[in-house]
């Protein structure tokens, strides 16, 4: 990511923007359908870090309880 040397932000925003285009950059060309993959297992993973539990919801989304 480009930054204007002008621009101040602080580091864990840069960490989040450089996640973010690194986001991007793995499902850009993905289908529809692999992007929901990669994001459930994105989800997962998160779970499992914290010790969570995925519950899935009445619409078929998930929710994370920790």
Known sequence: MKMNR??????SL??????KEAVYKDIKDKTFKEKK???HEGLREAA???NGK????ADGTY???A
């Open 6 to 11: 002008k621009s101040v932000i602080s580091k």
């Open 14 to 19: 840069y960490e989040v923007l450089q996640w």
């Open 37 to 39: 993959a990669y994001y």
């Open 48 to 50: 499992k870090i914290i």
């Open 54 to 57: 995925l519950i899935r919801n």
């Open 63 to 65: 929710s994370l309880k």
